[in-house]
C-alpha cells in the first residue's frame, strides 16, 4: 500500500490504520492470518484480509498472495 516501511509506520501511528475495525497506533502492532485491515490513503480506503506471511522481505509482486482485496470484492 505504501512503498516503505516509515510510511507504514506513519500510517498505524497517525491513526489511518484498523485491524479488525479497532483503530490501531502502535507501528509494532502484531497481525496474524485472518485479520482485517482497513487502511485510509490519501484519495481511498483499502480493506484487505491477511491470508499469509511471506519468509523474507521482497518486493511488492512477491506479496500479491498474501493478502485479499475485500474493497475490490465488494465492488464486483
Known sequence: MVKARTSAAA??????VRVNGVRETSPGHGVKTGDVLTIALDRSVRVLKVTGFAERRGDAASVLGLYDDLDGAARS
Open 11 to 16: 500510517l498505524v501511528a497517525s491513526g489511518h
